[in-house]
């Protein structure tokens, strides 16, 4: 049996949270297994639709990791044919005892913590003390190990993804209507905030619109920086070019992923926060389409730097700028796209669920 700790887990929508269910399935299909996850409303329709076991542990967050931590100790006093623990964050470990295997999830945000922080220390502890670390990409890997992480423990296995389902005809009707019969389409899907870096894209739609009048920006998501992005759009006078949606379906996501031309997400540090991989960029590819990702993160994991699409520094504008326009000029996203398919398909969970069988 495989016990899987997580914070993050569907019906909760985000990137880590499919990280996790795709993991459980795959593993689901090669063992028994168990999901501790964190209570979520409506969670009931979802769990009895997997073939897994899922124990959701609610209340307040303190009380909740107490709680849990209990609960997942007194399960494995009763089961001893539990193999491995695998777990997305080391604070799932820090109150679990037991000898058996363990493996921590690492993605970079939860981990940049500077040396000999308080923080820190405890990472260190718990992630210098389980079996493997298991690192999204080379980026998170060299933070890891620049913050104290055992090197030798830590093995590099980028998230994967399923493969795609083609958006029915209603979806793509829909997001043909969101296009608006403009030609020129950018993508992003993600949080709004200040990493994901929405303004200097927007910013960069200014100068644009001049040499592709019937561009349009579509921004997928939701979080603290919405309003502040909106404003910037009034301000810049760029309503008939930026279009913001949120809490849409899945299928018209992908619809709208998929009749797109670029995504777009130069992402960059932001106090603490960085961007260890970037899922949504092979997600994507998937549909082939190429990605503008930063330079400061785990994007090169994701994206071949001219081959699948580019990256550039998020923190400069105009490099932002020539990037769009470099993809846009004579039509080259085609071209990347075609690459981006192919790429891809090294992140399907039949392929990245062997990395993890090695370790198992």
Known sequence: MF???????PPEIGGMQNLMHGLTRSLSKL???????????????FDK?????????GGPKLLRKYRKSYLINEFLKNNKNVQCIIADHWKSLELINTNKKKICLIHSKEINHKKGSRQNKRLINILNNVDYVISNSVFTKNLAINIGVNEDKINVINPGVEPVIAPSKIDIEQAEKIYDGKSTRLITVSRFDKRKNHEKVIMAI?????????????????????????????????SDHVVFLKNIETGLKNALVSKSNVFVMPSIVHNKSVEGFGIAYVEAAQY???????????????????????????????EIYSSIDKMLKDHKYKEYGKAAIEFSENFHWEKIIKSYQKIL
Request: with cysteine; hydrophobic share 35%.
């Open 49 to 57: 639709n997997v073939n897994f076991s899922i124990e959701r542990v």
């Open 31 to 45: 063992n028994i297994v168990k999901v501790f996850a964190d209570y979520h409303e409506n969670y009931s329709d």
């Open 206 to 238: 200014r100068n644009l619109k001049e040499l592709y009048s019937n561009i349009i920006y579509v921004c997928v998501g939701y979080g603290d920086e919405e309003d502040n992005l909106k404003n910037l759009v009034k301000e810049l006078k760029l």
């Open 3 to 9: 016990l899987i700790l997580t914070r993050n887990f």
């Open 288 to 318: 082939g389409i190429p990605s503008i990702g930063g330079k400061d993160g785990g994007a090169s994991d994701a994206i071949i730097h001219e081959k699948t699409g580019l990256i550039c520094d998020g923190n400069d504008l105009e």
